[in-house]
């Protein structure tokens, strides 16, 4: 029966738009603003219903881990002196080059404030759960890691476009121009992490103890402690752009 | 004769080209690496009886500011030299023992920065610690002064 379809459909010839009415045209139009009206509707739709979980409140966020191990750093953000031994460790161990960084440290600097003039901030890739540079790619070449929830990068498949450095609320990417392809922090898991060691270069580096990594759905680990619990302060940067990230910061 | 003339010709080009090549690779390495400073002493004005004085070991960035404590706070030289540091600058960060630690049993800095007598050596990292950032701007100001 089928098979008499395809033949059918092959012995078809073009009638050309010329014989077609008006009428049918215009239908034919409308379907197509339908089906577009229906799209359109549904994503205001689901931008509405998005809210709420955007304004999901920490508990909630914090009650499930969809990763195991579920990785994630702890910065202890007043310890941090800006002797970017941390910085060092990086570029030796993902031989970061010169213009690019993975990890970096900000400053901010205030002549009217009292007493201590100065905050060091650092930053890295957040390792969001809902990662905007993952959605913006276009050809999958920068993916969440299905096991550890690590951002990481497929250089073979990245075209360069630098979609990622733009959707990227952070600022954690840069081209490499040597790979000629973006570069990013990965937790070290290329160089480190799937070589059986259980923490970041970065970490291991820091003198003050500013950088606390670990496996942030494991009870017993350390970072678990220092975001669960409400005596300290914790708070995670830019929580309204709703990717969820998985770098916390809070005072020793 | 042309044909030597010419092999001649080819020697020369050919030695001609290796040398800027091994030249400009020699100054590409020289100037490529920048050396890490080993301190940085700056005189912002001899009135307040020293220098600013950034020390790089054993973490870089880390201010003792004379101008804060002779010019602001008023303390006499005696107060630090030569119990607790030599009059020499950097001199004491040559001392194995020059690291937080110390400074918490009570010596060099954690003399006074104990929480008693000024902030504790363990509190408000970034008041001595101004960094890499701090002591790039140091040296900064050290070049431009140099100049002048």
Known sequence: MFKGIKDWLLNLKNEGVEQVPDETKREFLKIGLIITGVFAGGSLFSVVSKVAEGLESSEELHK???????????????????????????????HVPD?????????????????????????LCNHCNNPPCVRACPTKATYKDKKTGIVRMAY??????????????????????????????DFCWESRLSKGMTITACAEACPAGVRIFGDLSDPGSE??????????????????????PNVFYTIS | ??????????????LGFTGIAFVSEKNKVESGKPKEPQG??????????GPEIVYVKPVRGVLFSHKKHVGELGFPCESCHNS??????????????????????GKYCGACHNGQAAFASNTKCATCHIGVKGLKEYMRKLASKEKK
């Not at chain 1, 990245?158 to 570069?183: I, Q, S, W």
């Not at chain 2, 600058?89 to 049993?105: G, W």
Request: charged residues 25%; glycine residues 4%; hydrophobic residues 35%.
């Open chain 1, 156 to 185: 073979y498949k990245c075209l360069g476009c630098k979609t990622c450095m733009v959707a990227c609320p952070y600022n954690a990417r840069y081209f490499n121009e040597e790979k000629h392809a973006v570069d990013k922090c």
């Open chain 2, 84 to 105: 607790l540091f030599e009059m020499q600058a950097l001199k004491s960060q040559e001392n194995p023992d020059f690291k937080m630690e110390t400074l918490y049993q």
């Open chain 1, 99 to 123: 213009y690019g960084w993975r990890t970096m440290i900000l400053r901010r600097y205030d002549e009217s404030a009292l007493d201590q003039k100065i905050m060091f901030m650092p930053i």
């Open chain 2, 40 to 49: 940085v002493i700056y005189y912002e004005s001899e009135q307040f009886g």
């Open chain 2, 1 to 14: 004769m042309r044909k030597v003339k010419i092999l001649i010709g080819t020697f020369i080009l050919l």
């Open chain 1, 64 to 94: 499930s881990y969809p990763y195991k191990p579920h990785y994630s750093m702890v910065f202890k953000i007043d310890r941090c002196i800006d002797c970017e031994l941390c910085m060092e460790a990086c570029r030796k161990t993902n």
């Open chain 1, 223 to 244: 970072v678990y402690k220092l975001v669960h619990q409400l005596a300290k302060p914790v708070w995670v940067l830019k929580p309204e752009t709703g990717a969820k």
